[in-house]
């Protein structure tokens, strides 16, 4: 099976930075795009970014110009670099992966969740 598993949550004042990062393991034969989704209480999920295994990114609105998507295609890893975090930035962070296992079979897998908290 295929273990997505994430890291770097916490607590911040608003205005600062942090690192999230998710690596895929287990059967994995190839992995196609990967992103990552918030989730708030009381508010569905949301999308948040988006990269290619070519490297092309999508950002949500709210986070463009602040947050940066990126991956290690050696280490089956995706990062969000968060900075300049506001308040309404709180969630749970998800990350998603497309992934092919050695049969052939593709799927998307999602990590458990890391907590994101930006105090006022």
């Known amino acids: 099976q295929v273990q997505l598993v994430e890291s770097g949550g916490g607590l911040v004042q608003a205005g600062g930075s942090l690192r999230l990062s998710c690596a895929a393991s287990g059967d994995i034969f190839s992995i196609g795009a990967m992103g990552w989704f918030r989730q708030a209480p009381g508010k569905q999920r949301e999308l948040v970014a988006t990269i290619a295994r070519g490297s092309t990114t999508t950002y949500a609105d709210s986070v463009k110009g602040r947050f940066t998507i990126s991956r290690d295609n050696g280490q089956n890893t995706v990062y969000l670099q968060m900075n300049n975090l506001k308040p309404e930035d709180t969630a749970v962070y998800y990350c998603?992966?497309?992934?092919?296992?050695?049969?052939?079979?593709?799927?998307?897998?999602w990590g458990q969740g890391t907590q994101v908290t930006v105090s006022s």
């Open positions: 998603n992966a497309q992934i092919q296992n050695a049969l052939g079979y593709v799927r998307d897998y």
